[in-house]
C-alpha cells in the first residue's frame, strides 16, 4: 500500500468506524465526498462549452484519487499525469 492510500485509509476509515450516536465520522465521509463531486462537477461544467480544451487541475492528495476516478467517468474527458505533459 502506498503512502496516500495509508492516509486516506486512516482518514476516512477511521472515519466511519467512528461510532458517535451523531455519527460525526459519517457526516464528515459525506461531506468530503460531496466536495469532491462539486469540485469536479465545476471543471465539468466549465469544460462543457470547450470541446478539446486541455485542463490543469491542482488538488491536494487527499482530492486527487476522488478526482482522477470522478474524471475518468466522464465522457470526452482524459486524465493525464502531468509528469507526461511536463517532459
Same mark, same amino acid.
Given at each position: 500500500?502506498?503512502?496516500?492510500?495509508?492516509?486516506?485509509?486512516?482518514?476516512?476509515?477511521?472515519? *466511519?468506524?467512528?461510532? !458517535?450516536?451523531?455519527?460525526?465520522?459519517?457526516? /464528515? =465521509?459525506?461531506?468530503?465526498?460531496?466536495?469532491?463531486?462539486?469540485?469536479?462537477?465545476?471543471?465539468?461544467?466549465?469544460?462543457?462549452?470547450?470541446?478539446?480544451?486541455?485542463?490543469?487541475? *491542482?488538488?491536494?492528495? !487527499?482530492?486527487?484519487?476522488?478526482?482522477?476516478? /470522478? =474524471?475518468?467517468?466522464?465522457?470526452?474527458?482524459?486524465?493525464?499525469?502531468?509528469?507526461?505533459?511536463?517532459?
Amino acid at each position: 500500500m502506498n503512502n496516500l492510500n495509508h492516509s486516506l485509509d486512516a482518514d476516512f476509515g477511521a472515519a *466511519i468506524a467512528h461510532k !458517535s450516536p451523531q455519527l460525526f465520522g459519517r457526516q /464528515y =465521509l459525506a461531506w468530503w465526498e460531496t466536495r469532491n463531486l462539486r469540485m469536479v462537477a465545476n471543471i465539468r461544467e466549465a469544460l462543457g462549452n470547450q470541446p478539446g480544451a486541455k485542463v490543469l487541475s *491542482i488538488v491536494g492528495s !487527499s482530492h486527487k484519487p476522488y478526482f482522477d476516478a /470522478y =474524471l475518468r467517468m466522464m465522457h470526452d474527458v482524459i486524465v493525464v499525469d502531468s509528469l507526461q505533459v511536463l517532459k
